[in-house]
């Protein structure tokens, strides 16, 4: 099978973090399959394919159509090496089961968002770019950020922003909110954003960080199920994985980092070899700032 000429094919619209330390953990083997439920650019994926060649073979999961059709030019010429599914991770193993497969050697998610869609105003990601208020990785699903803001009653708000965002203000804003909705819909970011900063009095907003991130990063978690699908994966590994397979979950939030924590630990047929979490060095965080507050964790499966 084809190995790729040029070791970094990359287009360099998302730089993947912890790229080495994913390797080491993983140890992938010539002849494994390995499943990347966060495909991405394909990033972590070309290393993989680089690293269990020449019959080793990559299955990924990816629920962004933008994203799927780059990494698929991308990892183009691994020819049936690698394999793309237009799925959520969460359905690991319905996806393997239509392809006859029954158990991997190791799985990667990456989670959190990729650069190409945080970039993207029309995405809705980032109070920093305006555009409409959508956040979905998957545009096939439902509700998007603008149907939770505008119709989801005060309560249920301001828990989201509590819950997803530690953001102490939560009442307070969700109220803003549902008084500005009364008299206008309100379906971009920066009007979101507006709404926030205007929400909280001055001496209670953060210091170092936009009012708005918050509640943004909480909406997007909301609008993405992101806990709920990284349940449904941490739920199943044994599902998923061979004996002596390997698992590594890199989580950009304290909410992810402590699922994944807490269910490798309560998992008796995990082995956790990282005992405290890996992160980027000084080095990597210079040239990719936003892999600054990544944490990778990595399990093997008991034989
Ligand atoms: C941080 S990026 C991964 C980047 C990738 N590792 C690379 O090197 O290019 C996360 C990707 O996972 C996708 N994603 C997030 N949650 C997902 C889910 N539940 N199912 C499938 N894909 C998901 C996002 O759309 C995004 O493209």
């Known amino acids: 099978m084809v190995q790729p000429s040029n070791p970094d094919s990359s287009p360099k619209i998302h730089t993947p973090v912890l790229l080495e330390e994913v390797i080491r953990f993983l140890a992938p083997v010539?002849?494994?399959?390995?499943?990347d439920g966060t495909l991405g650019l394909g990033g972590h994926t070309e290393k993989i394919l680089q690293s269990c060649g020449p019959s080793g073979r990559v299955i990924g999961f990816e629920c962004d159509a933008s994203a799927l059709e780059l990494a698929r030019k991308r990892l183009a010429p691994f020819g049936e090496r690698f394999?793309?599914?237009?799925?959520?991770?969460?359905?690991?193993?319905?996806g393997l089961t239509e392809m006859g497969?029954?158990?991997?050697?190791?799985?990667l998610l990456d989670l959190g968002v990729s650069s190409l869609q945080f970039d993207s105003g029309e995405r809705g990601f980032s109070y920093q770019l305006n555009g409409p208020l959508d956040m979905r990785m998957d545009k096939r699903?439902?509700?998007?950020?603008?149907?939770?803001?505008?119709?989801?009653?005060?309560?249920?708000?301001a828990d989201i922003f509590y819950y997803y965002g530690d953001e102490r203000q939560a009442r307070r804003i969700a109220a803003h909110i549902v008084a500005e909705r009364a008299q206008?819909?309100?379906?971009?970011?920066?009007?979101?954003?507006?709404?926030?900063?205007?929400a909280v009095p001055r001496k209670f907003q953060p210091r170092k960080i936009h009012a708005a991130t918050k509640v943004f990063q909480a909406l997007r978690i909301?609008?993405?199920?992101?806990?709920?699908?990284?349940?449904?994966?941490?739920d199943t590994i044994a599902k998923i994985l061979k004996p002596?397979?390997?698992?590594?979950?890199?989580a950009f939030h304290s909410l992810e980092d402590r699922l994944v924590k807490w269910k490798f630990k309560d998992n008796p047929e995990l082995h956790v070899l990282t005992k405290k979490p890996v992160i980027p060095c000084a080095e990597e965080i210079r040239m990719n700032p936003r892999s600054r507050s990544a944490k990778l964790r990595a399990a093997y499966m008991k034989g």
């Open 30 to 35: 010539d002849g494994g399959i390995y499943i």
């Open 83 to 94: 394999h793309a599914q237009y799925r959520n991770y969460a359905e690991i193993m319905a």
């Open 141 to 157: 699903s439902h509700p998007s950020a603008e149907e939770i803001i505008n119709d989801l009653d005060r309560e249920d708000l």
């Open 222 to 234: 909301a609008v993405n199920k992101e806990l709920d699908n990284l349940t449904v994966v941490l």
């Open 244 to 250: 002596g397979g390997r698992i590594c979950i890199i």
């Open 184 to 198: 206008n819909r309100i379906t971009t970011t920066s009007h979101l954003a507006r709404i926030v900063t205007g």
């Open 101 to 107: 497969i029954h158990k991997v050697d190791g799985i």
